[in-house]
């Protein structure tokens, strides 16, 4: 079935903006297929259209080690009938934290190993049911994506109409459209770690939401109307982006930007340029973010908006090794310029080194070592992590 993609709905917000988003937004690029082609979501992440099943070898790059498990006789797909599917995710992760003792209040932020142990966790971090109803085939769509742990909720449940000319309207309670949507939520281009920098922008940010958008061919363009964090105000998000293959000198090339306005007490302009490329084993993915808040200080006798800035930058380099396995290393760094009073300096860093193969089409597994220095006054923000998760969906 056709899956359009991505959209418009930022004029109110005077500029174009960007993204092609997939919760592994490195198998788009090396794949070549766009979020739309491998997510019921337009917009990227959640449940995981047919397409995937069918083509999960090519998509996913998993050995033939048990045939029992990478070539099964039979296997759910999900489909109840040809209108309705069901799917699931289970993430479960057992975790050690690394983290020095606070001298004098701080901790040192230019460690790459800390010795002292500081927490063994294991947890469930997310366990998530899908439903994905075809009311009338490529014309009208109902989707509702329920949260079981660690918490209940609905991150999703919306509708999508598809229209002429390759438009949709999409309505109901949705993830904004803002960059790379990575599945390391603890990014700072996504929700952080600890208070650390971020967006704002992760898998826990849902809201009620007008959704509208375009795709043709390469280009897509998506936009956002919600009512965001204040009470009088609204929030415009939106995102343009475009994925090409078979460019010179790569095998494809992602350009895309982004932008997001929170008005409120505290209004926030967000701006992201991200990108990458593809090229034989080597994936490359990066994102620049531009943060302009506007606040009222406490002291402020005029009511008058000082202009806090922020920066922060994402890189990540994938290799894929022996075709099956994929290496992974990244580079979160953030920088504040305004004088912000909580924090102690205005910069922070976080490199991670990992592993993440596919074991066959329904089980993938990720080993970590996440490195984290920033404020030290604040020693969360000074940590060394070592994780191993288990990821089964359908």
Same mark, same amino acid.
């Given at each position: ?39 019921? @979501? ?16 090519? /998509? /996913?790059?998993?050995?033939? *080690? ?79 994506? /329920? ?13 999508? /109409? ?56 390469? *280009? ?41 306005? @929170? ?60 075709? *099956? ?70």
């Amino acid at each position: 079935m056709a899956r359009r993609t991505l959209i418009l709905a930022t004029l109110l917000l005077g500029a174009l903006s960007g993204q092609t988003a997939v919760a592994e937004p490195y198998l788009a690029l090396r794949s070549g297929v766009t979020c739309g082609g491998c997510h019921i @979501n337009i917009t990227g992440g959640g449940m995981r259209t047919s397409y995937v099943s069918a083509h999960a070898r090519d /998509l /996913l790059k998993y050995p033939d *080690w048990f045939d029992d498990l990478t070539r099964p006789a039979e296997s759910f797909d999900g489909a109840l009938n040809d209108y309705v599917a069901i799917g699931a995710n289970l993430r479960a992760s057992a975790g050690l934290i690394f983290q020095d003792n606070p001298q004098n209040g701080r901790v040192d932020n230019n460690e790459v190993i800390r010795g002292r142990l500081d927490e063994f966790n294991v947890d469930v971090d997310e366990a998530i049911t899908y439903l994905h109803a075809m009311v009338i085939p490529d014309l009208l769509e109902f989707y509702v994506d /329920l949260r079981l742990a660690p918490t209940t909720d609905a991150r999703e449940a919306w509708g999508v /109409l598809y229209l002429p000319k390759d438009f949709y309207v999409k309505v109901g309670r949705m993830f904004l459209p803002y960059g790379l949507q990575i599945q390391d939520d603890e990014s700072f281009i996504r929700g952080g770690r600890n208070g650390s920098a971020n967006t704002g922008f992760n898998f826990d940010l849902r809201q009620a939401a007008f959704e509208t958008g375009w795709s043709s061919g390469p *280009w897509s363009v998506v936009g956002a109307l919600s009512e965001g964090s204040g009470d009088r105000d609204a929030q415009l998000t939106a995102s343009a982006s475009g994925l090409f293959r078979d460019v010179p000198l790569v095998d494809s090339i992602l350009i895309g930007v982004s932008g997001s306005r @929170n008005g409120g007490t505290e209004e926030t302009f967000q701006y992201a340029g991200y990108g990458g490329f593809s090229i034989g084993p080597f994936t490359y993915l990066g994102e620049f973010d531009f943060i302009d808040r506007r606040v009222v200080p406490m002291a402020s006798a005029n009511g008058r908006r000082e202009h806090r800035g922020g920066f922060i930058h994402y890189s990540e380099l994938n290799y894929l090794l022996f075709d *099956w396995l994929n290496v992974k290393a990244a580079f979160d760094y953030a920088d504040f310029d305004g004088d912000l009073s909580d924090r102690a300096d205005d910069s922070e860093n976080r490199v991670s080194f990992g592993l993440e193969p596919f074991l066959a089409k329904f089980l993938q597994t990720r080993l970590f070592y996440r490195v984290g220095n920033g404020i030290e006054s604040n020693a969360s923000h000074n940590q060394s992590v070592l994780s191993l998760e288990a990821h089964l969906f359908f």
